[in-house]
C-alpha cells in the first residue's frame, strides 16, 4: 500500500509499504522477488550468483528525508559471511528505478550505480571496509569503498535472532542511522553520524540492493516508509522511536 498523504512536521509521507500485497509502485530487478506469503520483499535468496534491486518508481528530491525499515540476512553458507545490501538514493539523472549494479561478493547490487548507499556488510573486503566482515558504512558515487565504516558495537548483522529496525535521517548531506534489535534486546542506537563532503541535492530514487557471490544468504527488506520534508523537521514527542528537531541522539524505546 502507497500513501500520499501530509503528516505533521511539514513533512509529506510518500511511501509506507509493507508489502503484504502487489507492490506495483516499485521496479524489483534482478533477482529480487516479493514473497507476497510472507509480507517481504527478498532482494536475494541463499543462491550463489544472485543479484537484487527494488525502487520506487517516483523520484523525489533528496534533501530532507526520513527512511525507515525492516532487513533480515541470513540463512546461507555455513561460517560463511555474504555478502550484504544496502539502502540507496540514486541520482535519478543518471540511474532509473530499473537500475541494478554489480554483484557478487563485494558489490551488493550497488556498485557501479550513482547517488549514495548506506551498506550493511557481511563480506570482508579487504581494506577498502577495514577488513571487516560486520559494519555499517557510507558508500558514495557507485563505489563499493566506503568513506564512512563503523564496525564498532554494531551486533552480528548476519543470522541474529530477529529482525533488525531502521531509521535513517537525512539533512542536506548529513546521514545519521539508527539501528535496533529488540530480540536481541539491543536498544536503538545511533551507528552512523556522517556527512557527505560537498553534498548538492538532486532528485532521486529509493530502494534497496543485495548480492551473492559464491557465499551466500538470503536479504530481506520490510515495512519501508519515507518522509520527505519540506523544511526543518521535527517529530512528535510521545512516539518513542521519532527524533528530535535537530536531528539528535534517538529517544530509547520504552
Given at each position: ?23 506495483p ?10 514473497e507476497?506469503?510472507?509480507?517481504v ?55 532509473g ?56 558495537f ?8 530477529g ?5 535513517i ?18 536498544p536503538?542506537?545511533k ?19 543485495a ?44
Amino acid at each position: 500500500l502507497v500513501i500520499y498523504i501530509a503528516t505533521p512536521a511539514l513533512a509529506v509521507k510518500v511511501i509506507d509499504e509493507d508489502f503484504n500485497q502487489p507492490a506495483p509502485s516499485f521496479s524489483f530487478n534482478g533477482h529480487a522477488t516479493q514473497e507476497l506469503e510472507k509480507g517481504v520483499v527478498l532482494l536475494t535468496e541463499a543462491i550463489g550468483g544472485q543479484t537484487g534491486s527494488f525502487f520506487f518508481n517516483m523520484p523525489f528530491n533528496v534533501s530532507v528525508f526520513r527512511a525507515r525499515f525492516d532487513f533480515w540476512i541470513g540463512g546461507g553458507n555455513p561460517n560463511d559471511n555474504g555478502a550484504g545490501l544496502t539502502f540507496a538514493v540514486l541520482d535519478a539523472a543518471v540511474s532509473g528505478p530499473a537500475s541494478l549494479g554489480n554483484g557478487g561478493p563485494a558489490g551488493m547490487g550497488y556498485e557501479g550505480l550513482s547517488g549514495f548507499a548506506i551498506e550493511f556488510d557481511t563480506w570482508n573486503d579487504g581494506q577498502i571496509d577495514q577488513d571487516s566482515e560486520n559494519h555499517v558504512g557510507v558508500d558514495i558515487d557507485g563505489s563499493i569503498a566506503s568513506i564512512f565504516i563503523n564496525s564498532s558495537f554494531i551486533p552480528e548483522l548476519e543470522d541474529s535472532p530477529g529482525i533488525f529496525n531502521v531509521i535513517i535521517p537525512f539533512q542536506n548531506g548529513n546521514i545519521k542511522v539508527f539501528l535496533r534489535n529488540r530480540q536481541i534486546r539491543y536498544p536503538w542506537t545511533k551507528v552512523v553520524d556522517f556527512t557527505i563532503p560537498d553534498f548538492v541535492p538532486y532528485r532521486g530514487y529509493f530502494g534497496f540492493t543485495a548480492s551473492t557471490g559464491g557465499i551466500t544468504n538470503i536479504h530481506q527488506i520490510d515495512n519501508f516508509s519515507l518522509d520527505i520534508f519540506r523544511g526543518t523537521p521535527s517529530a512528535p514527542a510521545k512516539n518513542p522511536a521519532s527524533l528530535a528537531t535537530t536531528w539528535g541522539n534517538l529517544k530509547k524505546s520504552q
